[in-house]
């Protein structure tokens, strides 16, 4: 996947995003949004990095047109336990993962990825939906979702890597031009 937008592009990470990604890849307030463990120190953050490219093939760099500088980045993959809803029977879906570095946030970008990819993926790939969550004390996230038309589906208890609970919000976005094999809202589990 290749997109661009106004002010980003949107493109397979790479070795040279390293530098960036670290910037925002140790920061604990971006760890903490994303429910993930964070790197302390050089050792960690490389390793952190080398895992994400080998064993996530949908690892895109949300990138700065103008300044080419990896500023996020977005992670298209499948959550097994969003598609198993009766509800999504026989649906294909894709779940995003995403993070803006902090000293980029609230100034759209996440809305304009996001926006682009879920686009694409209508569009291109012709998926029925697209899954995200947020933590619920992610409220940023909560707004971006709703912008986008991301409804709430359920709502789990995970335990944060520091073993502590946090309530989830996962939610969807169905493909408008999709038929639904179940029509209505899907319910609450």
Request: with cysteine; charged share 25%.
């Amino acid at each position: 996947m290749f997109l661009e937008t106004p002010r980003l592009t949107i493109r397979h990470m790479t070795e040279e995003d390293y530098p960036d990604w670290r910037e925002y890849g140790m920061d604990p307030e971006c760890c903490r949004m994303l429910g993930t463990w964070c790197p302390v120190n050089e050792t960690e953050a490389r390793e952190a990095f080398e895992w994400l490219m080998v064993n996530e093939k949908r690892f895109y760099a949300i990138v700065l047109r103008e300044e080419g500088k990896c500023i996020g980045h977005l992670i298209v993959g499948n959550f097994p336990e969003i598609g198993n809803l009766p509800e999504l029977t026989g649906l294909e879906g894709r779940t995003l993962t995403f993070c803006v570095a902090g000293s980029y946030r609230r100034r759209g970008y996440a809305s304009e990825a996001v926006g682009a990819v879920v686009d694409y993926l209508f569009e291109k790939r012709g998926v029925d939906y697209v899954n995200s969550g947020y933590f619920t004390f992610n409220e940023p996230s909560r707004r971006l979702h709703e912008k986008l038309g991301f409804t709430p589906i359920t709502t789990p208890t995970v335990p944060l890597p520091d073993g502590s609970p946090a309530t989830g919000v996962e939610t969807i976005l169905r493909n408008p031009k999709s038929p639904s094999p179940h029509p209505g809202k899907i319910s609450e589990k």
